[in-house]
């Protein structure tokens, strides 16, 4: 059983930064494919970033593409999302998800990913 633990989130100026962060506990989550997805008020949750078990292949939504950037850090068994030029659109529930690199399916595909985090909290305020 993995658990993940989302940390970071937070309120912030549009335009303006934030860095999340996901602890996970498992020590071979080198193996386990690792993404982001939120959820806004009143909307269905989203895909928002997927990063490979190996950290060579990325994948983001259209909305977040050239602001949003994941990354892994398989020593440290953390996952991040920094995620610049924040707007208002963006406000939502950041939820870290993981499953295992030998589950074949999109990476967007919520359904997937056997383990979720608890959600943190991004606010952005225009």
């Known amino acids: 059983q993995v658990q993940l633990v989302e940390s970071g989130g937070g309120l912030v100026q549009a335009g303006g930064s934030l860095r999340l962060s996901c602890a996970a506990s498992?020590?071979?989550?080198?193996?386990?494919?690792t993404a982001w997805f939120r959820q806004a008020p009143g909307k269905e949750r989203e895909f928002v970033a997927a990063?490979?078990?190996?950290?060579?292949?990325?994948y983001y939504h259209d909305s977040v593409e050239g602001r949003f950037t994941i990354s892994r850090d398989n020593i440290e068994n953390m996952v991040y999302l920094q995620m610049n030029s924040l707007n208002a659109e963006d406000t939502a529930v950041y939820y870290c998800a993981a499953r295992p690199a030998a589950y074949i399916a999109r990476y967007d595909y919520q359904g997937s990913y056997n383990y979720w985090g608890q959600g943190t909290q991004v606010t952005v305020s225009s």
């Open positions: 498992e020590r071979t989550f080198s193996n386990y494919i």
């Open positions: 990063l490979s078990w190996s950290g060579s292949s990325t």
